[in-house]
């Protein structure tokens, strides 16, 4: 259940990105460096920059901090055009088994495939045929932490996002420039933006906001890093015993067990339990706030792939 809320986050702030990148028809440039590119040309350069590539790969870290608990997800992503493409993953959390859970997202030229595996279920694993690029990328973003969506979303213009894209590109979430920093070695420009999920259409006024932050290489306009902080109300209700038993439904699948009503009777006082404690750490954590920050390391446009590379 903790690992489904953490999906819940990672979209969100993968979906910070992809706003961004969007672009807004307002912007406005704080006293920081950075020339004379106001942050809407900056994106637009960032862009421009992804879409003349004909290839990518890079390997990296996303750090999440929420609660005092910090949780690490290391990538590896490659992209080639027209359809080629696969990013790797592997979570590991403080205190947990390790890994957690590890997955991949891939094309080899011949069909769309996903495969998630969480500690312990490694043997129940398959890999998912997917619809399409979009769909696999989209459904990759919760457990991949989005660092299957933000770049390889940018690089193939997917938008896995665009539920919440659209109104960024309106213009009310204008684009703001900070001042210019270092992400290693790399000196980059710094350009930052707010949502505000109540305002988002069919969002039908949950509350949150998604500060997020990127840092634009000023020599290659890609990504060397994102960052985006989530707040949220959380209901602090009492879980009904209808999404009580359905959590149990859904472990037992997990599990390969048999859903009868006895097997869910014996769980439900453990697994109300654990709602109610996963709840408690979410309200703290989600309110008070809930960094995400991916970094990209290795970047590479140069190399040529071949569809081998891609197979799983």
């Known amino acids: 259940m903790k690992t489904m809320m953490w999906w819940k986050l990672e979209f969100a702030a993968g979906v910070g990105v992809a706003a961004l990148l969007a672009g807004c028809s307002q912007s406005s440039d704080a006293s920081g460096g950075g020339g004379k590119l106001t942050a809407q040309e900056i994106a637009e350069k960032s862009r421009e920059a992804y879409a003349a590539l004909s290839s990518y790969s890079d390997s990296g870290t996303v750090v999440s901090e929420m ?3 910090i949780t690490t997800l290391n990538f590896e992503i490659r992209l080639q055009r027209p359809n080629l493409y696969r990013i790797d993953w592997t979570q590991e959390t403080k205190g947990l088994p390790s890994p957690c859970s590890k997955g991949v997202v891939w094309s ?5 495939y996903l495969q998630s595996i969480a500690a312990g ?4 694993a398959k890999p998912q045929k997917m ?3 979009k769909r696999a990328l989209t459904q990759a973003t919760g457990p991949s932490w989005s660092s299957a969506s933000s770049i390889p979303g940018a690089f193939f213009n997917q938008d896995c996002g665009d539920v919440f894209v659209a109104p960024v590109a309106s213009g009310r979430h204008p684009l703001q420039k900070e001042k210019d920093a270092k992400v290693g070695d790399v000196d980059c420009y710094v350009v930052s933006g707010m949502m505000d999920f109540s305002k988002i259409p069919d969002n039908k ?12 290489g000023k ?6 890093q994102s960052r985006t902080k989530y707040v949220e109300k959380v209901d602090s209700s009492t879980p ?3 999404a009580i038993d359905d959590a149990i439904k859904k472990s037992l699948e997990m599990q390969m067990k048999p ?5 869910i009777a014996a769980m439900r006082p453990q697994m109300k339990a654990i709602m109610k404690q996963v709840q408690s750490t979410l309200k703290a954590g989600f309110e008070a706030g809930v960094v995400h920050t991916q970094t990209h390391k290795n970047i590479s446009v140069t190399k040529t792939f071949s569809p081998a590379d891609f197979t799983r």
């Open 259 to 263: 859903v009868t009503p006895e097997a």
């Open 205 to 216: 006024g949950k509350p949150g906001t998604a500060a997020t932050t990127l840092w634009i």
């Open 219 to 224: 020599r290659d306009f890609l990504i060397h």
């Open 240 to 242: 009904s015993d209808q």
């Open 108 to 112: 080899d030229g011949s069909g769309d």
């Open 121 to 124: 279920l490694e043997k129940y």
């Open 131 to 133: 619809e399409d690029m």
């Open 67 to 69: 609660a005092g608990q």
